[in-house]
């Protein structure tokens, strides 16, 4: 059975919740290997969640410079694995910085690559939501390896105890991968609200949140839920929350088990960034709103009034 390389993300030693999706999607295209590349000692840290989630084989690639530098260094060390393993695909998680890490990769290996799919198959097609969302469509890469960047939350993480037997690989970085390094870092401080990229359940406010101090609200129903807090573009364009928070065609997309929309009418720029979730709640007091298409689920009400007592009911069903 031909390999599947898997681009594996973690964080503070500990796998991301997409690194598991990747390894359990990979499963239907062949056997997953999974490629670390960061400092010395990352996937040893790493290797027996790799192999409860189905590494076959874990190619570790560490280097105290893959971090001094961008994107490049990760795309050829991934590109140099590739060519050595012959795999059948290789799998990234949609992030930016994986997107682009793929997309040289791709170049360098002159194959075709398939951007935010939200599902592979067996027979190396992948599922894509294009057009703002607009259209859901199958494609296929017909020459080279096929690359493949896969949405978050877009398949459930399942065990499959492999050996996660390790393979070191050679680091020499050319000359061209460190033409731009990274001269200074700024951490953001991190709440204890799970990140957008990564949530199951995500709760985001619209222009009728009204305020900034209002987001409370918001705030208080993703809390109840474990949520992660978004926003449209409407709200971080009037300085209400961080342009981080954004989701959307221009700012994050995400595919969460659910997702609230409190206040946002459901613009198609909205709309592009999370039209895949599994399911969608929408509260606005404006029963024409677009986002009721897509809802599951609609309330036509006050989100000021809705909001509360759908926090409250959560808590005490929680409780």
């Known amino acids: 059975m031909a390999e599947v390389l898997v681009l594996i993300d973690s964080a503070d030693g500990k796998l991301k919740k997409s690194a598991l999706e990747l390894l359990t999607a990979a499963r239907s295209l062949g056997e997953p290997a999974a490629v670390v590349i960061g400092a010395p000692g990352t996937a040893g840290a790493?290797?027996?969640?790799?192999?409860?989630?189905?590494?076959?084989?874990?190619?570790?690639?560490?280097?105290?410079?893959?971090?001094?530098?961008?994107?490049?260094?990760?795309?050829?060390?991934?590109?140099?694995?590739?060519?050595?393993?012959?795999?059948?695909?290789?799998?990234?998680?949609?992030?930016?910085?994986?997107?682009?890490?793929?997309?040289?990769?791709?170049?360098?290996?002159?194959?075709?690559f398939l951007a935010d799919a939200i599902e592979v198959n067996a027979d190396g097609s992948a599922k894509q939501s294009i057009f703002g969302g607009a259209v859901t469509v199958s494609s296929r890469v017909t020459t080279g390896i096929p690359v493949i960047s896969l949405r978050a939350n877009s398949v459930p993480p399942q065990t499959a105890p492999a050996a996660a037997e390790l393979v070191t690989v050679d680091v020499a970085l050319s000359e061209a991968a460190k033409a731009a390094k990274v001269v200074d870092r700024v951490s953001e401080a991190k709440g204890s609200r799970p990140s957008l990229q990564d949530a199951s359940v995500i709760v985001s406010g619209g222009r009728g949140v009204g305020s900034a101090d209002n987001f409370s609200v918001v705030e208080g129903v993703a809390d109840s839920l474990g949520a992660a807090v978004g926003a449209s573009r409407a709200a971080t364009d009037a300085g209400w929350v961080p342009h981080q928070m954004q989701v959307g065609q221009t700012g994050v997309t995400v595919s969460p088990q659910l997702y609230v929309a409190l206040g946002i009418s459901g613009a198609i720029q909205h709309r592009a960034g999370m039209q895949t979730s599994k399911t969608i709640v929408a509260v606005n007091k404006d029963p024409e709103a677009p986002i009721f298409e897509l809802a599951d689920f609609g309330v036509v009400g006050d989100l000021f009034t809705v909001a509360p007592q759908l926090a409250e009911e959560v808590s005490k069903r929680k409780g």
Not at 50 to 78: F, H, I, N, T
């Open 46 to 112: 790493l290797r027996d969640q790799l192999a409860e989630y189905g590494a076959a084989k874990v190619y570790a690639a560490e280097s105290d410079e893959v971090a001094d530098y961008l994107v490049a260094p990760k795309a050829e060390l991934l590109a140099g694995i590739a060519r050595q393993a012959s795999p059948a695909a290789i799998l990234v998680a949609s992030t930016p910085e994986n997107k682009e890490v793929a997309a040289r990769a791709a170049f360098k290996l002159d194959s075709g």
